[in-house]
Nanobody
Framework: QVQLVESGGGLVQPGGSLRLSCAASGSIFSINAMGWYRQAPGEQRELVATITRRGSTNYADSVKGRFTISRDNAKNTVYLQMNSLKPEDTAVYYC???????????????WGQGTQVTVSS
């Protein structure tokens, strides 16, 4: 069993900052790409940022220059530092990871349960 657990969401004023964390646990041999996605009410889930095991990153245009994704491979953890938050960043943020459970298996994607981020004055 593999679990991804997010933390760090909450209520913040416009212009503020939050740092999300997502820790993977369970039967893990390695984790390839990890990422953050978000879903606002009535909207489809969208990509926020991804990071490869070697640290190459990709961001949605809407968050470039404001959000930073990073990871700690030793801790099987991915982070999302969110600065200059805007009301339109309000959403449930989900963590995703492509997990290899043993040396004979292909990567499989796993999702966290989501954490709410609300940007409001």
């Amino acid at each position: 069993q593999v679990q991804l657990v997010e933390s760090g969401g909450g209520l913040v004023q416009p212009g503020g900052s939050l740092r999300l964390s997502c820790a993977a646990s369970g039967s893990i041999f390695s984790i390839n790409a990890m990422g953050w996605y978000r879903q606002a009410p009535g909207e489809q889930r969208e990509l926020v940022a991804t990071i490869t095991r070697r640290g190459s990153t990709n961001y949605a245009d809407s968050v470039k220059g404001r959000f930073t994704i990073s990871r700690d491979n030793a801790k099987n953890t991915v982070y999302l530092q969110m600065n200059s938050l805007k009301p339109e960043d309000t959403a449930v943020y989900y963590c995703n990871g492509w997990v290899v459970v043993d040396r004979w298996s292909l990567p499989k994607d796993y999702w966290g349960q989501g954490t709410q981020v609300t940007v409001s004055s």
